[in-house]
């Protein structure tokens, strides 16, 4: 269990409304990253960070945005939700350990309408 | 950049069977770790195994082990004794080495296992 939490779990919105997903994770770790899974495209890196305040693009990053104020809080928004950000995200941490992998968190599936 | 490959799409076993799943690797980088992880129904994503480029020795955690071929770019998941529980959706993934936190994640499609009872 590497701490990790994301909230809401599920949430139904409608096109054109904000929506923020929060990632918590309980263990200091300092890389932080948001990921979408969509049906046969796996899970693909929308934005990562590697510090407090310290964030960056992954490969599908447009429509979205992050910010870090805390270590241990990682913020996804959607500022204007689409259909097609219709997924389930997916929060990971790593530990700062050579070769270390990621550590996922439950999910979040977002319905957009 | 590098990219993941799962060819299977779903594969099914018997339980007790043994069953291979496939992963093939695009790269021009030396040193990397590869990863399988496993998802149930329950969408959570567990990491199963891990392997190190520079580690000849194939990684193997209990039931499961990889054959990895670094010079073929393939990384293939061994599961033997196959159990219901094994059943989920089976994701490749590549890391670079490096620091920074860059070092991201490249996943395969999946690979949609069933064990049969």
């Known amino acids: 269990d590497a701490g990790i939490t994301q909230s809401p779990r599920h949430k139904v919105t409608e096109t054109g409304t904000p929506v923020t997903l929060r990632c918590h994770q309980t263990?200091?770790?300092?890389?932080m990253y948001w990921y979408r899974q969509d049906p046969g495209h796996g899970l693909r890196l929308i934005h990562y960070s590697y510090g407090v305040k310290d964030t960056d693009k992954g490969e599908v990053s447009d429509g979205y945005s992050v910010s870090r104020s805390k270590t241990e809080d990682f913020l996804l928004t959607l500022e204007s939700a689409t259909s097609s950000q219709t997924s389930v995200y997916f929060c990971a941490i790593r530990p700062w350990i050579a070769g270390s992998t990621q550590y996922f968190g439950p999910g979040t599936r977002l319905l957009v309408l | 950049a590098q990219t993941v490959t799962q060819s299977q799409p779903e594969m099914s076993v018997q339980e007790a069977e043994t069953v291979t799943l496939s992963c093939t690797y695009d790269?021009?980088?030396?040193?990397?770790?590869l990863f399988w992880y496993k998802q149930p129904p329950s969408r959570q994503m567990i990491l199963v195994i891990r392997?190190?480029?520079?580690?000849?020795q194939n990684a193997t955690e209990n039931r499961f082990s990889v054959n990895f071929q670094k010079a073929a770019k393939s990384f293939s998941l061994k599961i033997s004794d196959s159990q219901l529980g094994d059943a989920a959706m089976y994701f490749c993934?590549?890391?670079?080495?490096?620091?920074?936190?860059?070092?991201?994640?490249?996943f395969g499609k999946g690979t949609k296992l069933t064990v049969n009872p």
């Open positions: 263990e200091n770790h300092r890389y």
């Open positions: 993934a590549y890391r670079s080495e490096g620091v920074g936190g860059s070092e991201k994640l490249v």
């Open positions: 392997q190190e480029a520079y580690k000849q």
């Open positions: 790269t021009s980088e030396s040193d990397y770790y």
